[in-house]
């Protein structure tokens, strides 16, 4: 049983160990993709990052392997590169950490140990987004000038939201609105339209807009 969780590279380093560590890494990769898709909604890119990553990493490790000269080569290869994008959830950046920690246990040579550690925080994953927790959300609402907004709405959040907390407010339009910002989160998705309705016949028929929380996993 010791033997399993061994680096099969402690014998020395072959072409059919390099075989073995890159299935591992893909396969790790894998099941991270599928345990940070699961009721989520990602992007395709995304999916293929996660499943690609495991492996890019193991790689580059294994090149590495000791050789200073060559770990200083890759260290300039990647500062070259820089990534531009929005910010990323703390779910998305939990996966990515994971991908890249299954790649540097598969370049040691330590396979089962990645699989393992793998599938553990992969079930984690499943579990968490299987539990009907309420996901944050944020709602902006746009009022005129004239409504007193402290308190207005107060009763319709009570019939529709387990929890409302007003986070900021904007004027615009020379001051005539004022747009609103409350962090929600919502006793049932179903009875979004009737919420927004209710909203409405409060602040004058103007605009209303639920989107995903920053501080929320799930999209709408």
Do not use: H, W
Not at 44 to 68: E, K
Not at 75 to 98: N, T, Y
Not at 108 to 127: H, K, Q
Not at 150 to 160: I, L, N, P, R, T
């Amino acid at each position: 049983m010791n033997k399993l969780f061994e680096s099969i590279i402690a014998g020395g380093f072959t072409p059919a160990t390099y075989c073995y560590c890159l299935l591992a890494a893909l396969l790790c990769g894998i099941i991270v993709a599928l345990a940070a898709s699961y009721k989520t909604d990602v992007s395709r890119g995304f999916s293929l990052t996660l499943i690609v990553l495991p492996v890019i990493v193991q790689t580059v490790i294994t090149m590495v392997n000791g050789n200073v000269g060559t770990g200083v080569a890759v260290m300039g290869a990647f500062s070259l590169v820089r990534f531009r994008s929005v910010p990323g959830r703390a779910r998305d950046i939990a996966a990515i950490f994971l991908s890249m920690t299954a790649g540097l246990a598969c370049a040691a040579g330590y396979i089962a140990i990645a699989l393992l550690f793998t599938l553990f925080l992969a079930l984690v994953l499943f579990a968490f987004s299987a539990v009907p927790v309420g996901a944050l959300l944020e709602m902006r609402i746009t009022v005129p000038e004239t409504l007193n907004f402290s308190g207005a709405f107060d009763e319709v959040f009570k019939k529709y939201t387990n929890s409302y907390k007003l986070i900021s407010v904007k004027t615009c339009n020379m001051g005539s609105l004022y747009k609103l910002k409350y962090r929600i989160s919502i006793k049932d998705r179903a009875l979004i339209r009737e919420f927004i309705d209710d909203i409405r016949c409060r602040n004058g028929n103007l605009e209303v807009m639920i989107c995903e929380s920053a501080e929320g996993s799930e999209t709408l």
